[in-house]
């Protein structure tokens, strides 16, 4: 008996690459870990955020 391997619905395989300066990564990081979340995390949210928000005004 063999056991099917879950597959991630929206598995995602892209990468945006940003440029900072350590401090603001630092500070970044800092405030997500003492809030409970991941930067990626964070930056997903603001990204869909972002897109979900100005698709609807370009609509207009």
């Given at each position: 008996m063999?056991?099917?391997?879950?597959t991630?619905?929206?598995k995602k395989?892209?990468?945006?690459?940003?440029?900072l300066?350590?401090?603001e990564r630092?500070?970044?990081v800092?405030?997500?870990?003492d809030l409970?979340?991941?930067?990626?995390r964070?930056?997903r949210?603001?990204?869909?955020?972002?897109?979900k928000?100005?698709?609807?005004d370009?609509?207009?």
């Amino acid at each position: 008996m063999t056991e099917k391997k879950k597959t991630k619905r929206n598995k995602k395989t892209s990468q945006l690459v940003i440029r900072l300066t350590p401090e603001e990564r630092e500070a970044f990081v800092s405030l997500c870990e003492d809030l409970d979340t991941s930067a990626a995390r964070e930056i997903r949210h603001f990204m869909r955020r972002f897109v979900k928000e100005h698709s609807q005004d370009a609509k207009e």
